[in-house]
């Protein structure tokens, strides 16, 4: 009787590996065809002043969306992509595509702050890193200060030497950079003052502690003062509460994202939620049109 119930408990614990392996293995195939076959898109979610609520800049988030697999998180497919290698592909697709939605808000005149790219430790692996995106933004003509590269701190501090010299020359270009889910890894701070970086993004496990753990909560305030006192601009990502919100904002941190504000919406969404014309640009243009 124990045999037959260890033999299926067996059975059942091998089904589970195998069909967590045939997943891997499908969205792996998937994943080379689906830059080509146009299923990937990007969310932009807003990061908002935390005392006036005004949208400060965005982050952009790839969506997997595959007609037979549905949606599949990045959290899934991003750890696989880099793996396999697709997330060099990947990652110039994701940029190219921030720079073309870039260009349209702008020729519509809107006014758009930064908009945030994520990459992959494993983009730094590619010594031309700073080179390609460069020629990315230039071949589509938008202005480096536009955009923020983020690179989570498990990543950064990884490989040092190599990640380095990369950012400061991703600096040297103009865009701005951004250490991701800080606070996360557990690593020394030492590296902090030798990146040469301009935003600092509190991990979520912190912010969503912090109303009911006095040590996250400690431990926040402590990162928004040394981020201050290096002049970096500080996020809180991961809010969810109106608590956590005025916990933040009594800590003076910068700039909030989180779904208490909203989550990643669609390009037509933030527009019409978030963006405003510039009206002069706008008149000029009405004019022009008056003209002709
Ligand atoms: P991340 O860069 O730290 O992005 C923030 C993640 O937190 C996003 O998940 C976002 O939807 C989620 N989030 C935002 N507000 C809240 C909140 O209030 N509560 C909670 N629980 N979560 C919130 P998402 O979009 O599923 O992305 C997961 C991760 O996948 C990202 O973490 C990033 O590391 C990676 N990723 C996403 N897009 C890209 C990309 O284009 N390239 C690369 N290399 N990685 C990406
Ligand atoms: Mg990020
Ligand atoms: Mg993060
Ligand atoms: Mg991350």
């Known amino acids: 009787y124990q045999a037959k119930i260890q033999n299926g408990g067996y059975q059942f614990f091998n089904e589970s590996i195998s069909s967590t392996f045939l997943r891997k293995l499908d969205l792996e195939n998937e994943l080379?065809?689906?830059?080509?076959?146009?299923?990937?898109?990007?969310?932009?979610?807003?990061?908002?002043?935390?005392?006036?609520g005004h949208m400060k800049g965005m982050e952009a988030l790839i969506r997997w969306n595959h007609p037979t697999l549905g949606p599949v998180s990045p959290g899934e497919f991003i750890p696989i992509a880099e793996e396999t290698g697709t997330i060099m592909d990947i990652g110039k697709w994701v940029l190219k595509e921030v720079c073309l939605q870039l260009n349209r808000w702008l020729s519509a005149s809107f006014i758009v702050p930064s908009i945030a790219v994520n990459l992959s430790a494993r983009q730094f692996l590619a010594p031309d890193?700073?080179?390609?995106?460069?020629?990315?933004?230039?071949?589509?003509?938008?202005?480096?200060?536009?955009?923020?590269?983020?690179?989570?701190?498990?990543?950064?501090?990884?490989?040092?030497?190599?990640?380095?010299?990369?950012?400061?020359?991703?600096?040297?270009?103009?865009?701005?950079?951004?250490i991701d889910d800080f606070g996360k890894g557990y690593s020394a701070l030492g590296y902090i003052k030798q990146f040469p970086i301009d935003i600092l993004k509190i991990d979520k496990s912190f912010v969503q502690e912090l109303t009911s753990d006095t040590k996250?909560?400690?431990?926040?305030?402590?990162?928004?003062?040394?981020?201050?006192?290096?002049?970096?601009?500080?996020?809180?990502?991961?809010?969810?509460?109106?608590?956590?919100?005025?916990?933040?904002?009594?800590m003076n941190c910068d700039m909030i994202q989180g779904y208490f504000i909203d989550p990643a919406l669609s390009a037509e969404q933030l527009e019409t939620l978030y963006l405003t014309k510039d009206e002069q640009i706008s008149c000029q243009q009405s004019s022009l049109a008056a003209l002709s």
């Open 129 to 178: 890193l700073a080179s390609s995106i460069h020629d990315i933004v230039y071949q589509t003509c938008c202005d480096p200060q536009h955009i923020v590269i983020e690179i989570t701190e498990s990543s950064s501090m990884h490989d040092i030497e190599s990640v380095l010299p990369i950012l400061h020359e991703l600096k040297s270009f103009g865009f701005q950079i951004a």
């Open 216 to 250: 996250s909560a400690v431990l926040t305030k402590a990162i928004i003062d040394m981020s201050h006192g290096m002049d970096l601009r500080v996020i809180a990502e991961g809010v969810e509460t109106l608590e956590q919100l005025d916990c933040l904002r009594t």
């Open 32 to 52: 080379r065809w689906a830059i080509a076959k146009n299923q990937f898109t990007l969310h932009y979610q807003p990061q908002v002043s935390s005392e006036t």
